[in-house]
């Protein structure tokens, strides 16, 4: 355990396996590191001790903070992207260390950090915008109890980065449970060396799921528990609106964690095509794929263990495939039940899932706001006109009250229960936009002021403009990108 200033306590054990899975990488010095946002509330959770420090500028950066003997890891990882194959690692990414508390461990990570081994030709730089944007939109997940990654700060490193224009360069420090994804499975198994796979797979147990050491059969419980907290995680995701933008099986956590904020958005106006991602032409990652994607990516996780299943390839197969058929029924489970408790229905029947299959086709029907639909269900006359005209949902709602009889609670008191699961605040396409616009301008009010009300999703915020949609045109128009 090497000693560092800040209460960091760290316990480097991805640095014990084998060569194989990272390159050591050198330490940088930046020109002119400079905080730009720093997550005090996070800081506090990790037992950091910051209180008084007067540089946080260059909290980590600074190479008279680090231990003589340090070595800062790029992680190596494969990865289907877009459907395509391809061997990856963290390009421009190191971790840092892994933060031990309480025998919880976090990965502390800097993106941006410069050019790994695993870089290719990139630049190994991040752009402000863009690293801020992680910041925000993870940080508004977890305050909407979504399990993902977190944003300890972003700080600019005196550089610059040259893309579509020329931007300041920016570091982001993500704290995670870990980064290994479904593509460091692929990449473990592609060395064809059962020996390294089952290191590797034993490592990823004792780091996330200890408790299935002492199951009969190890491999098989593993690969369950990973499906289960996908299914779990991409009904939450579809339970708010959210779009991941780019489910590469090398963007997806064995931890349940949303990972990688590239061109995400959550959707206003609901369509289940909806698709922000400029690269997406084809709507692979659109809002409705994402479960179908989660299987797809899950079977290519199954693949990689297929040598640890069974001795024999063909009834490794047939376990993979019947543990994978749980998926479907996990998701389905999930969604159904969040989406119902969403409308106010927490004992569910067979029958009432249909009242989420009408209620989305209305949306879809009058273009309502997804957010807000929920979130005014009960207080009808704010929700959209078009909607509440329609013959159509006054059936859906006799048929609603119907279903809400057996909750044997007031309507009040629905309303009530609902709210607290419905966000009032979501990370809107052109609030974040206008945030990111002015904080890379040098003004970070409304970036700080949309963080504030993101922190507390489910109470109205102070400023009532951040409970609207956009134009309709504005989504229809908008774009988000990746790798910047
Ligand atoms: P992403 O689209 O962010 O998931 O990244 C896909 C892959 O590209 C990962 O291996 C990244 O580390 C790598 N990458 C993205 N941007 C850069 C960059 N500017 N320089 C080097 N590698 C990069
Ligand atoms: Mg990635």
């Not at 037992?47 to 003997?69: E, S, V």
């Not at 807000?372 to 048929?399: G, I, Q, R, V």
Request: with cysteine; glycine share 6%; hydrophobic share 40%.
């Amino acid at each position: 355990m090497s000693h560092f200033p800040f209460g960091f306590n760290f316990d480097n054990s991805y640095q014990k396996l084998p060569k194989n899975f990272y390159s050591i990488e050198s330490v940088q010095n930046f020109k002119a590191p400079k905080n730009i946002i720093f997550n005090e509330s996070l800081a506090k959770e990790l037992h950091l001790n910051i209180n008084g420090i007067k540089d946080i500028d260059c909290l980590f950066y600074d190479q008279k903070y680090l231990p003589q003997k340090f070595d800062f890891i790029a992680q190596a990882y494969a990865g289907h992207q877009f459907g395509h194959f391809t061997m990856l690692g963290d390009g421009r990414a190191v971790l840092f260390g892994e933060h031990l508390i309480h025998n919880e461990r976090f990965d502390i990570h800097l993106k941006g950090y410069g050019l790994t081994e695993y870089g290719r030709r990139g630049d190994g730089k991040a752009a402000l915008g863009p690293m801020l944007r992680e910041y925000l939109i993870s940080e508004a997940m977890f305050y909407l109890a979504i399990p993902t990654t977190r944003s300890l700060s972003v700080i600019t490193t005196g550089d610059v980065v040259h893309r579509e224009e020329i931007f300041p360069a920016a570091i982001l420090t993500r704290v995670a449970k870990s980064h290994i994804r479904v593509g460091s499975f692929q990449f473990a198994a592609a060395l064809n060396d059962i020996n390294l796979l089952k290191q590797y797979t034993d490592y990823c147990i004792n780091r996330h799921f200890p408790e299935l050491n002492t199951t009969k059969n190890k491999y098989e419980a593993f690969l369950h528990a990973v499906i289960k907290r996908q299914a779990l995680l991409i009904a939450q995701w579809m339970s708010v609106g959210f779009i991941h933008g780019v489910m590469n099986t090398d963007n997806m956590a064995i931890s349940g964690e949303t990972i990688d904020y590239g061109p995400c958005a959550f959707m206003n106006y609901y369509h289940p095509e909806t698709v922000f991602s400029s690269i997406d032409q084809h709507g692979r990652y659109a809002y409705k794929n994402q479960p179908i994607i989660g299987e797809w990516n899950l079977t290519r996780f199954a693949e990689s263990l297929i040598p640890l299943l069974h001795a024999d390839i063909e009834q490794a197969k047939t376990i993979a495939l019947e543990i994978l058929e749980s998926y479907a029924q996990e998701f389905q489970q999930n969604w159904g039940s969040l989406m119902l408790k969403k409308i106010g229905i927490n004992s569910p029947s067979i029958h009432s899932k249909s009242l989420i299959d009408d209620l989305l086709a209305l949306m879809q029907k009058h273009q309502a706001d997804f957010t807000n639909t929920f979130y005014y269900l009960y207080e009808t006359n704010h929700l959209k006109k078009e909607l509440t005209a329609d013959p159509s949902f006054k059936n859906w709602w006799d048929k609603l009250l119907v279903y809400l009889e057996k909750e044997n609670k007031s309507i009040q008191e629905i309303m009530h229960e609902t709210r607290k699961i419905n966000p009032a605040v979501i990370a809107r396409n052109h609030l974040v936009e206008n945030a990111l616009k002015t904080a890379v301008a040098g003004d970070l009010k409304p970036f700080t002021e949309l963080l504030a009300a993101l922190e507390d999703p489910f109470n109205p915020p102070k400023n009532q403009a951040f409970m609207s949609p956009p134009d309709f045109t504005f989504d229809q128009s908008y774009k988000t990108f990746c790798g910047t």
